[in-house]
């Protein structure tokens, strides 16, 4: 991975950490993950508007289904995302999800994209899934907690966590192929990809709109946060991926556990900092390895 990739990668996985501390704190559902569409549809609209009045006219059926596929399985996720916030700790989630899905994902690359897998790439992405199963809370994933509650937020964690990686290693590979194999705008791929994730949550908005603008009126200030935050991730990492194999690029985003991993406990007050920081130690591993692989 060149130097100019990783520095993406890092700086993403910042940002990253970062909103998603902030959807923890929102305690939200899918009304929030509409909101912060919206937000992010009309925010970032002098960008993503110009950039469609010149590009999309040429999209053919081939980058719509793309579109389409990539929207659907952002919903999905999201909303995984937040109701496995609202059940368990971010610090179990947040790393489960993150772990899974590029570990899929790299898999996904390398069978379907023909992507080589190089000794420090697999080291690399070895030393990331090792991090992620620390800080997710270790032996106890299998041994479970002795505090029935607590072994029960673990359950919960472990089971929309993984839920949440399946998703993420979805949408990372059909991203992946719209960016390096369409030649999509990266920038498009998200903001376009954003507007068809709306209509998608427009049912459940409008559904109960008292509820919606009750959830606007308690939510708002992380709903602007995510929604000017979250694109900007996300477009560095599919820039990324223009620029190094998406099997190294999609474990590398695990930096983001350097930093969710320290400002979640210390933020959240979520507990058992050592193994999580010997687990973000690894993830660092990781990240070296694949970065020099």
């Keep these: ?23 923890k704190k929102a305690g939200g559902d899918v009304r929030f993950a509409a ?13 993503g508007l110009w950039l469609a009045a010149r590009d ?3 999209w053919g059926v081939p980058e719509w289904r793309l579109i389409v596929a990539s929207a659907a399985l952002h919903c999905l996720y999201f909303v995984a ?22 570990l ?8 379907l994209l023909g992507e080589r897998l190089t000794i420090g790439g697999a080291l690399g992405i070895a030393g990331v899934v090792s991090g992620v199963f620390l800080i997710a809370g270790g032996p106890k994933i299998w041994l479970g907690a002795h505090d029935p509650v607590q072994a029960g937020r673990l359950q919960a964690g472990l089971r929309y966590g993984l839920l949440t990686g399946v998703f993420i290693a979805g949408y990372t590979v059909v991203d992946g192929v719209a960016v390096k194999v369409l030649v999509l705008s990266p920038i498009l791929v998200d903001y376009i990809g954003n507007i068809v994730r709306l209509l998608f949550f427009a049912p459940a908005v409008m559904r109960d709109r008292g509820t919606t603008a ?4 308690r939510q708002w200030k992380h709903a602007l946060l995510i929604g000017v935050a979250s694109p900007v991730a996300y477009v560095l990492v599919l820039y990324a991926m223009r620029m190094a194999p998406l099997s190294h ?32 130690a690894l993830i660092a591993f990781g990240v070296v390895a694949l970065a020099l692989g």
């Design 104 to 111: 899929l994902a790299s898999l996904a690359a390398i069978a």
């Design 81 to 102: 995302l937040l109701r496995g916030y609202r059940r368990a700790d971010l610090t179990v989630v947040y790393p489960l999800a993150r772990g899974s899905g590029p």
């Design 1 to 23: 991975m060149s130097a100019s990739a990783l520095a993406l990668v890092l700086l993403a996985g910042l940002i990253h950490a970062g909103w998603n501390i902030a959807a």
């Design 35 to 47: 909101l912060t569409s919206l937000v992010q549809m009309l925010f970032w609209a002098p960008l």
């Design 249 to 280: 690029v999609a474990p590398a985003r695990e930096v983001s556990m350097l930093f969710a991993a320290l400002l979640g406990g210390q933020l959240l007050g979520e507990g058992e900092r050592v193994p999580r920081i010997a687990g973000a």
């Design 56 to 58: 999309v006219p040429g």
């Design 214 to 217: 009750a959830h606007w009126r």
